[in-house]
């Protein structure tokens, strides 16, 4: 019966990391190119699930369909942000970009409030459940665990087998160096900028087939607290290690909620949040370079 | 001479309250207005201390104003059965609300002012969220019922008292919190550590090398800003409004307003946070008024705007326009 609990949760945690991890590598990214911390990364994952909401209410639209709508909804947000504003910031000191990532957010949010009201919402997406023996697995998760695989993949190959994949990596390396040889630095800083925030709209998307409901234009902000926990376990700067950092996390968070909650006289649901926060604490104390990295 | 000129940038920022509190004096159904007025102004003087003149943003701040109002909140339910302590309770209040924040911003600087730049956000964007849900989780000062304290207080102080202190006192206490934050901006500003943080702000390894400790001015500046805000949280939300709940003083909300006023009048300055507290606090209220929840749809692209094309905000442009002239001295 333990052991049964325990391999439960341990496949809840993965599967749940796996989607904590695609959430988070957009943001790793944007900081391994541009160095930038997109502070408004929660908001980009709220406007995929809007997307997904909207497709999936007014139109009826399977979930799996809102993925490329929120990539390419994603992609022109990252093209439209990076040419008015981040364009800019690339040089200045970090004050500048933390603060215009930081407004971005909120201008997102207060768009979508806007546009959609600022109730919570949720949508019914029936695709009946898996049942593993230890524990039972609803498809929609199931989906958005292995989407998130797929899409991590995907960007592996192109970042190792593509010609602008490895034009992207050089310029991680060193950035003038990078233009000597001829790379489009530029072209470089706005398609990394754009496939990140891609990247995470998807991941808001993934993020509603998890938890379909409590979608409202204020959900970004524990995304984004948690996204720097799992993206600072990885080691900030690399979007792999940012899903294997995901996985960790993943597997963190179920355990301890079952943990907490088996202490009597608290609220096990803050006490995770709470714990999260004093990961990142750890992490930036001990090891501030990410305890997956390898330097 | 020379020790009273050292204080002429302080005059119009003394004029600026002085005639906000005149006008809220004087002018009846004004000192709503003003209390909010001066409420943002102190924000920004208190949220300046750090972020302006050290260049790092801590996106945690309202978590010190939190604990303030904890530290107020605790002591007036603690103490409310105790006889004849009156006003005294209120000093103690406000003891409490600086000892929580210091306390606070030693634990967040602690591990937060050994990194630098983006690190240094990404350990303060969760201290907000964190203590809110630490406090909710393990069911502290009541966890996430939260304290109400308007009977403790009218019993404290009689209700005719109390209900002077929240409509009107409180405003006062603000109005002197700003001021003393500007003082203390100007202090810091004409003295070591102004020029450290300075050094630091424009090059924190170029000001290691010529043998600053970088750290120490850091958490000078931390320490103060979090005290200010602490008591800020302490006259301005517990005594005026006698309740207290996490999700309401722990959100993130109000450290978007400190930036935007600080950034609005120009960050490192000591007039810049008022004139950025009065432009964003008129606009809140009439926004509130004729577009109600639209404030942030519009002051979101203004700051990105400000960013982009003029970092140096209100004041900053000011101070360049009026280079070399008699004004300088009075715009710093």
Not at chain 1, 48 to 76: C, E
Not at chain 1, 191 to 210: P, Q, W
Not at chain 2, 58 to 71: E, I, L, N, Q, S
Not at chain 2, 225 to 231: R, T, Y
């Amino acid at each position: 019966m333990f052991f049964e609990q325990i391999t439960g949760n341990l496949i809840q945690g993965l599967v749940l990391g796996s989607v904590y991890g695609m959430a988070t590598m957009g943001l790793s990214l944007i900081f391994g190119v541009l160095k930038i911390v997109n502070v408004g990364h929660g908001a980009f994952i709220m406007v995929g699930a809007f997307i997904t909401l909207w497709l999936f209410n007014t139109l009826g639209l399977s979930p799996i369909l809102a993925i490329p709508a929120a990539f390419a909804v994603g992609m022109l947000l990252g093209l439209l942000f990076y040419y008015t504003t981040m364009r800019r910031l690339i040089k200045a000191p970090e004050l500048a970009s933390l603060l215009a990532t930081f407004s971005i957010g909120i201008l997102l949010e207060e768009v979508i409030k806007l546009i959609f009201g600022s109730e919570f919402r949720g949508y019914n997406w029936a695709v009946g459940k898996l049942n593993l023996g230890v524990t039972v697995l609803p498809m929609s998760k199931l989906y958005a665990c292995i989407g998130s695989a797929i899409i991590a993949l995907l960007l592996y190959i192109w970042f190792n087998k593509t010609r602008a994949g490895t034009a992207m990596r050089s310029v991680v390396e060193d950035s003038e160096g990078a233009r000597v040889c001829g790379v489009n630095v530029d072209g470089t800083y706005a398609m990394s900028f754009a496939i990140g925030i891609g990247l995470t709209v998807v991941s808001g998307v993934l993020l509603t087939m998890f938890i379909p409901v409590g979608i409202n234009p204020y959900m970004g902000g524990g995304y984004t607290l948690k996204a720097f926990v799992i993206a600072v376990l990885g080691g900030l700067a690399s979007p792999y290690g940012a899903f294997f950092g995901g996985l960790v996390f993943g597997l963190i968070e179920n355990g301890s909620y079952m943990l907490f909650a088996l202490i009597p006289g608290v609220e096990p649901f803050a006490l995770t949040r709470f714990l999260s926060f004093v990961i990142l604490l750890i992490i930036l104390l001990i090891r501030p370079t990410g305890l997956l990295s390898t330097k | 001479m020379k020790t009273i000129s050292k204080y002429y940038p302080l005059l119009p920022v003394l004029a600026v309250y002085f005639i906000m509190f005149l006008v809220g004096k004087n002018v009846s159904g004004m000192w709503q207005l003003v209390a909010m007025l001066l409420f943002y102004c102190a924000l920004g003087q208190a949220f300046n201390i750090f972020l302006g003149m050290t260049g790092y943003v801590d996106f945690g701040y309202v978590a010190f104003m939190g604990v303030g109002t904890y530290g107020m909140a605790v002591t007036i339910t603690q103490l409310a059965h105790v006889e004849g302590l009156g006003f005294l309770v209120i000093t103690i209040g406000f003891l409490m609300a600086l000892l929580f924040s210091t306390l606070l911003s030693l634990a967040v600087g602690a591990v937060a002012l050994r990194l630098k730049g983006a690190y240094f956000a990404i350990a303060t964007i969760g201290v907000n969220e964190g203590l809110r849900f630490f406090i909710e989780g393990a069911r502290i000062w009541n966890g996430s019922e939260g304290l109400i304290f308007m009977a403790e207080l009218n019993q404290i102080l009689g209700r005719k008292t109390a209900s002077a202190l929240a409509t009107f006192w409180a405003d006062i206490m603000v109005l002197f919190i700003a001021m003393s934050a500007a003082y203390v901006t100007l202090l810091f500003m004409r003295s070591k550590i102004g020029y450290a943080l300075t050094a630091l702000r424009e090059d924190e390894e170029a000001a290691k090398v010529m043998g600053i400790n970088v750290t120490k001015y850091k958490i000078i500046a931390f320490i103060t800003s979090a005290c200010f805000a602490g008591l800020l949280g302490a006259a301005s939300w517990a005594l005026k409004t006698p309740y207290v709940f996490p999700p309401e003083v722990f959100e993130i909300h109000y450290t978007i307003e400190a930036i935007i006023i600080v950034l609005l009048g120009g960050a490192g300055t000591l007039l810049g946070p008022v004139i950025g507290g009065l432009i964003y606090g008129l606009s809140k209220y009439y926004l509130s008024i004729y577009m109600p929840g639209f404030q942030l749809l519009i002051f979101a692209p203004i700051i990105i705007v400000i960013i982009v094309i003029f970092p140096e905000g209100i004041i900053g442009m000011l101070k360049n326009r009026f280079k070399d002239t008699s004004l300088a001295r009075f715009i710093i």
